[in-house]
């Protein structure tokens, strides 16, 4: 099979390591727009859970990530000079560009090509293939010119600027500091022994009055470390990519697609998703869709076959991350919300940040009430809760599917709150009914699909993701 990866980051590199280990005589070229070379400072964080999965699909590469990686297992809540120690569990940071080096050298090993420089901007600029693996990132090109895939991207209310320090921070760290014009704060971890990510967070309002909307970028950097002069201890903060270029300041773009694939073509990382950084699962669910394409397209002969079982594995498998990322973000999103609590109350709600109980409770309510009681709680009640929380996360995402779903609909909203054309759509679905009377489900719409999400993924995604951890 001739493949083509649009994309040299995580998913584009690691598919086209799985695909080429999978099946030696796959042709496979990964096209990267960006010249090969350092990207100053930039790191990313995954968890031991990841480790172990690099290590059943490729050994070789996982023992090297394991090797360059910096491991941490605490987490540090600085507010305003005061610091909360916690101990989470056995976690990585990486300088993105090692992660890169170490799978573009082991694809090329493994007789994959890789054309650094060579930006495709639409699949007929591609040589013909049979399979096009989009991993050209959140603005992808080749998702945008592709029908049927149902993108959808809303942005965020905050700013946000990820930059680099030549500190190294033993603990993932999150400082708030308090200027003339609101809260400021960031996660901040290192990712190797020189250097670390310190990415930079505020609300618009603030952003705005502190002047970073017009303001040069030396200058934004000189007043961050100013701002953050304590929690750098006069480290400098480093704001270029590879190729000098400036990093900007951003709204999260959260990318959501109703389907995966469409005729040859199929997606993977951001090109397919994006949870907020906050949560930390980008690199992780990126790799983790790489190995679930090369597994699928192993164990199906039919390519389309292959596809749509990738694309039911991976949307279930997100669906817990995506939900535990929107209350994330949310909850940075109303910090001031939260910040008025004592720093050791603070830094509890902050872990418990995805809970979808905590934004209909008043926080000091929510701290006395519900964690205070559950730290002496017996195993069994935890365990209930922590299913609790997972039903009431999926709840919360098939409501809002649903709303999206009505927004679309031309015709009107039938009494109940029901859309007329879903009301047509369910009547549809009685009809295609196998033989032996067991309802198919339908391939249609994300709400529908959501439905059969839950038993997929119960047991395969970490109760982190709504409970209590970094």
């Known amino acids: 099979m001739r493949i083509a990866c649009v994309g040299g980051g ?194 618009a309002k603030t952003w705005a ?42 709204n999260f773009r959260n990318v959501t697609n109703e389907h995966w694939q469409a005729g040859r073509t199929v997606l993977a990382g951001d090109a397919a998703h994006t949870t907020h950084f906050t949560i930390g699962s980008g690199t992780t669910l990126a790799i983790e869709d790489a190995i679930a394409l090369a597994d699928n397209l192993q164990r199906h002969r039919d390519m389309t076959a292959a596809l749509e079982a990738y694309e039911k594995e991976r949307q279930a498998a997100i669906l817990q991350p995506q939900i535990a990322a929107r209350f994330s973000a949310q909850w940075f999103e109303n910090v001031d919300r939260y910040i008025g609590l004592e720093p050791r109350q603070f830094a509890i709600v902050l872990r418990r940040r995805r809970s979808p109980v905590l934004p209909h ?33 999926q709840v919360y995402h098939r409501f809002t599917q649903l709303r999206r779903l009505c927004r679309r609909w031309p015709w009107g909203i039938a009494s109940g709150g029901v859309p007329v054309q879903c009301l047509a759509g369910r009547a549809a679905e009685h009809q295609r009914a196998t033989t032996d009377g067991r309802r198919q489900q339908p391939a249609g719409p994300p709400m529908a699909r959501g439905l059969t999400v839950r038993r997929a993924a119960q047991g395969s995604v970490d109760e982190r993701f709504l409970d209590g951890s970094p």
């Open 10 to 203: 995580p998913a584009g590199l690691y598919s086209a390591l799985l695909l080429k280990l999978r099946e030696p005589r796959h042709d496979i070229t990964v096209f990267e727009r960006s010249a090969q070379g350092p990207a100053r400072g930039l790191g990313v964080v995954f968890w031991d859970d990841l480790l172990k999965k690099l290590y059943r699909a490729d050994p070789e590469s996982a023992r090297e990530i394991e090797r360059v990686a910096l491991p941490w297992d605490t987490q540090v809540v600085d507010v305003d000079g005061t610091k909360v120690l916690n101990n989470v569990g056995r976690s990585y940071g990486i300088k993105r560009q090692h992660l890169l080096d170490i799978l573009a050298r082991r694809a090329t090993d493994a007789g994959v090509h890789i054309e650094f420089g060579h930006e495709v901007t639409a699949p007929s600029q591609l040589p013909e293939v049979d399979l096009i693996v989009a991993c050209d990132g959140v603005n992808s090109r080749i998702r945008n010119q592709t029908e049927g895939l149902g993108t959808e991207v809303k942005l965020g209310r905050n700013k946000y600027i990820w930059l680099a320090t030549d500190k190294v921070f033993e603990a993932f760290t999150w400082p708030f500091v308090r200027t003339e014009s609101g809260w400021v704060w960031a996660n901040a971890y290192g990712v190797d022994t020189q250097s670390s990510t310190f990415v930079v967070e505020c609300s």
């Open 209 to 250: 009055g502190l002047g970073f909307d017009t303001m040069p970028h030396q200058d934004c950097l000189s007043r961050l470390e100013k701002i953050f002069e304590h929690q750098l201890d006069g480290h400098q903060l480093v704001g270029q990519t590879s190729s000098d270029t400036n990093v900007q300041w951003l």
């Open 361 to 393: 409770l008043s926080p000091r309510l929510y701290y006395w009430f519900w964690l205070s009681l559950t730290s002496h709680e017996p195993q069994a009640v935890r365990r209930i809760r922590k299913r609790t929380a997972r039903r009431a996360g």
